[in-house]
């Protein structure tokens, strides 16, 4: 199995902060990466795909970067709706693991 | 737009199975992979498996192989997620994610299923 690594578990944050999160794989996923935002009680939302294809309506302010086993998630400024748990997750190949988790709290 | 809408919440007894559904609406059900992902509380999100738009050869995360079955019923749009022998520890909120393949990214999601396990 592909494990997913994310760094850091947690981070704290003001609102208009540059915060970047990073996701490593054990082994390469090419360009297999996605990233998902989770609030609390809601269902996932897909942000990223294949590392830095910005879904449809999220904010530009979100980008992804990186290949093979190492990628990044940057948020330009962060805005008080962005505070939420985000994951990475590799679809290389099942099954298709995610990363624990980066918390994203108000300092 | 695609909809997912998944069965309501559960409370089960270790042993016992749940069995929850997920129903697509409004796009081309049969063209769709289904995974099934949980959330077990203070934990990460988890794969479970993935069943094709045919409902054949299901692939399932080695940890639930024994225990998870996905089927698919084409004439009502719906997918279905059993998970046998449950105990405490599969106290999660499951969600079904739609996928246009394999490798895609789950960019369809429902909005999760509570299932409670407790004596």
Request: charged share 15%; net charge positive.
């Amino acid at each position: 199995d592909i494990q997913m690594t994310q760094s850091p578990s947690s981070l704290s944050a003001s609102v208009g902060d540059r915060v970047t999160i990073t996701c490593r794989a054990s082994q390469s996923i090419s360009s297999y990466l996605n990233w998902y935002q989770q609030k609390p009680g809601k269902a996932p939302k897909l942000l990223i795909y294949v590392v830095s294809s910005l879904q449809s309506g999220v904010p530009s302010r979100f980008s992804g970067s990186g290949s093979g086993t190492d990628f990044t998630l940057t948020i330009s400024s962060l805005q008080p709706e962005d505070f939420a748990t985000y994951y990475c997750q590799q679809s290389y190949s099942a099954p298709y693991t995610f990363g624990q988790g980066t918390k994203l709290e108000i300092k | 737009q695609v909809q997912l809408v998944q069965s309501g919440a559960e409370v089960k007894k270790p042993g016992a199975s749940v069995k929850v559904s997920c129903k697509a609406s409004e796009y081309t059900f049969t063209n769709y992979y289904t995974h099934w992902v949980r959330k077990v509380p203070g934990q990460g999100l988890e794969w479970m498996g993935i069943i094709n738009p045919s409902g054949s050869s299901p692939t399932y995360a080695q940890r639930f192989q024994d225990r998870v079955t996905m089927t698919r019923d084409t004439s009502t749009s719906t997918v279905y997620m059993e998970l046998s022998s449950l105990r405490s520890e599969d106290t999660a909120v499951y969600y079904c994610a739609n996928t246009r393949g394999t490798a895609a990214p789950f960019d369809y999601w429902g909005q999760g299923t509570l299932v409670t396990v407790s004596s």
